[in-house]
Nanobody, 116 residues
Framework: QMQLVESGGGLVQAGGSLRLSCAAS????????MGWYRQAPGKQRELVAT???????NYADSVKGRFTISRDNAKNTVYLQMNSLKPEDTAVYYC??????????WGQGTQVTVSS
């Protein structure tokens, strides 16, 4: 079965950088839009960034100019490069992929913690 496996989370000091990866494995179908959500305890889930199969991107205002989403279609992988990290970026980050004729798949989540 198809799965999305995330990696790259961790603890970083404010101002630092992390790169998250989310790779699709198993039976691969046609992947359309991919992206990242994040959620911190007591806060609303926030859509961080999206990227279409053609490479068009969108970002939340809170991360625009600091985060970059990209994808490698040959590897069925989406990335989130996070620079100039702030404590308010601390959250569990979830990747997702919209699969043609199958619905939406979700990664397991990866913790990002930014210390002040």
């Amino acid at each position: 079965q198809m799965q999305l496996v995330e990696s790259g989370g961790g603890l970083v000091q404010a101002g630092g950088s992390l790169r998250l990866s989310c790779a699709a494995s198993g039976s691969i179908f046609s992947i359309n839009t991919m992206g990242w959500y994040r959620q911190a305890p007591g806060k609303q889930r926030e859509l961080v960034a999206t990227i279409t199969s053609g490479g068009s991107t969108n970002y939340a205002d809170s991360v625009k100019g600091r985060f970059t989403i990209s994808r490698d279609n040959a590897k069925n992988t989406v990335y989130l490069q996070m620079n100039s990290l702030k404590p308010e970026d601390t959250a569990v980050y979830y990747c997702y992929a919209i699969i043609t004729a199958r619905g939406t798949m979700w990664g397991q989540g990866t913790q990002v913690t930014v210390s002040s």
